[in-house]
Nanobody, 125 residues
Framework: QVQLVESGGGLVQAGGSLRLSCVAS????????MGWFRQAPGKEREFVAA????????RYADSVKGRFTISIDNAKRMVYLQMLSLKPDDTAVYYC??????????????????WGQGTQVTVSS
C-alpha cells in the first residue's frame, strides 16, 4: 500500500500563488507516475499534471500550462504543485495520486491506484 498526504491548500486572491505538497509513504517503489487532479464543486474530477519519480517527463492539462509546475523530490518522496497566476476557476479540492502503471505519464484517472484525501484551494476574485 501507498499512503499520500497533501498539504498547502488555502484561500488566495486571484493572481496569487500557492504551492501544494504531497508526501508519499509505504511501498512507493511500486509506483511510477505521480499526478495531481482536482475537483470543483458540481464537476467531475479532472487531470491537472503528472510526472514520473525520475522527474524527466511532465504533462499538464491545457488549462494550467504555463501557470502550474509539477516537481519531484525523490529523496524525500515528495511531489509538489507550484501554482501561479491563480484564477477563480482554479478553485477545487486538489488530490495527489500515484500510479503503478509503468507509462511515461498518464492523465487518465483510472490509471492511478492510490489517492490522497485532498486539499482545498479557494481563489477569490
Amino acid at each position: 500500500q501507498v499512503q499520500l498526504v497533501e498539504s498547502g491548500g488555502g484561500l488566495v486572491q486571484a493572481g496569487g500563488s500557492l504551492r501544494l505538497s504531497c508526501v508519499a509513504s509505504g511501498r512507493t517503489y511500486s509506483t511510477y507516475v505521480m499526478g495531481w487532479f482536482r475537483q470543483a464543486p458540481g464537476k467531475e474530477r479532472e487531470f491537472v499534471a503528472a510526472t514520473r519519480w525520475s522527474g524527466d517527463i511532465t504533462r499538464y492539462a491545457d488549462s494550467v500550462k504555463g501557470r502550474f509546475t509539477i516537481s519531484i523530490d525523490n529523496a524525500k518522496r515528495m511531489v509538489y504543485l507550484q501554482m501561479l497566476s491563480l484564477k477563480p476557476d482554479d478553485t477545487a479540492v486538489y488530490y495527489c495520486a500515484a500510479s503503478r502503471t509503468p507509462v511515461r505519464t498518464t492523465p487518465a484517472e483510472y490509471d492511478y491506484d492510490y489517492w490522497g484525501q485532498g486539499t482545498q484551494v479557494t481563489v477569490s476574485s
